[in-house]
């Protein structure tokens, strides 16, 4: 029988798509030159949005799609980028490659119809350790602080270096905050040759990168629903370490990021710095990795200035990348940040030694400090009503709440603070209830609201939701709970007073409350509860 199809009908059953994100789909010669059109679905994401605008300054043939419209897709179609709303199969029509996140499943349409037309479907990860090839890249990990610390990288570069230091590359999943007020995005092609990065842990796939410098902020277990386990969320950092071809610089302040350094290998660990505010007496074995210690750290009240020392060995602060020779001697580098909390202090200490290892005075590296505003949702004040400061922040794991918190404390020490919080993720709600209610604890009035599923569905959690953490706090916990967000943010903003805090905290779109809030303090000044 004749049909009048152009190509043979196939009757089998269809292999499944194999989207495993740790499988490098790259060969090592290739270059971003090779790529041909490349097509990114959900290409407003924030790390996805960076990787393809980085490609379209490269003069790549760049174009995108996601559900909705959003601020970085309107960037991007600014910049000349098309933008497709909706996910279907013509988008990715004559791709000759098609780049998923770990968002993206199999059955996705336009991965089925890559699938069917030969397209080159590649993880996000690949066009970032193809971006790498024929830079000194700095890749910096960790369950939190990745955005901050390489933001900060990139900002002391950006305004301390110079040469090839000058104008880094950088692809950092937020944006900054300029010195003007502006925000800055977070994608940037320099002409220089360093590219600074952030390196997802959260699906193994940092495990592809081969960076000259290799940080690592801390690795506190997060996402268990990948690894399943704290031993193997440790191993994949050990992994991801032993690719570095320069220097590893890792935070000793955490203990798991200390486990890891202690489970290098020896060659590995002959190139590590370690980092931390305890005395090198008492932070125990560093696996032969020499030691910047953060000294005489104190915080101003109010401004929230951030002082300390760097006690850097002498061969750290002459950028050596090797542990060869003895030390002569301690450098002390004085460093003041207008971002607040010991958190920063350790971000900050990260950020100039890898610019320091990378050519750069450090004294130099820690004068360009001072003008960091911070990234976009780190502590960033969002308004002031009646009396009543609105801070938003990115935090979303337990450890980052109670630092924020800590730095709250330490800020306004005689504010009542307020928190709004949206959980991300339902299994990383379920894994970590308590201690998220112990972080949210230390504030003074807690609402949690209903949980920002991302990449996951309420059906696979029946039993999780905001009530999953208010469930594990003591009698005595400030903690309410209200699943509504918008009736949260009223509610909160009713509760607060002239010479009060509110944080909106979270990694979803709780930022979105931040209007709310301001609108009902305005509306309500002056007025009795």
Known sequence: ????????????????????????????????????????????????????????????????????????????????????????EGNVRDAQVVVYSSAIKADNPEIVAAAAQGSRIVHRSDILALLMHGRRAVTVAGAHGKTTTSSMLAHILTHGGT??????????GGSIQGPDGAMIDGGHAGAGDVLVAE???????????????????????????????????????????GHARGAIVVCADDASALAVLRQLDAATAAHAIAYGTTSREDVGELNGARYVHIAAETEHAGDGAESFTLDMPASVAEGRMDASGDDEGVVHVPVTLAVPGLHNARNATAAIVAATLLGMDPHQAAEAVPTFLGAARRFQIRAQVNGVTVVDDYAHHPTEIAALLDAARRRYPDATIHVLFQPHLFSRTKFFAKEFADALGSADDVIVTGVFPARERQQDFPDVGAATIADMAGADAPIDVEERMETAAQMIAMRAKPGDVVFTVGAGDITKMVPVIAHVLEAHAGKDD
């Open 199 to 241: 390196a997802d842990e959260s699906d193994g796939s940092f495990a592809k990168y081969a960076p000259q410098i290799a940080i690592v902020t801390n690795a506190e277990p997060d996402h268990l629903d990948h690894y399943g386990d704290a031993e193997a969320y440790r191993a994949a950092f050990v992994d991801h370490l």
């Open 1 to 88: 029988m004749t049909t009048g199809a152009c190509f043979p009908v196939n009757e089998q059953t269809p292999q499944p798509i194999d989207l495993d994100p740790t499988i490098a789909r790259f060969a090592s010669a290739e270059r971003t030159a090779d790529l041909g059109r490349t097509h990114f679905i959900g290409i407003g994401g924030a790390g996805m949005s960076v990787l393809a605008e980085m490609l379209h300054q490269q003069g790549v043939d760049v174009d995108g799609s996601d559900m909705q419209p959003g601020a970085k897709t309107e960037r991007l179609v600014s910049l000349g980028i098309p933008v497709s709303i909706g996910q279907h």
């Open 163 to 172: 040469g090839a230091l000058s104008d880094p590359s950088y692809a950092i």
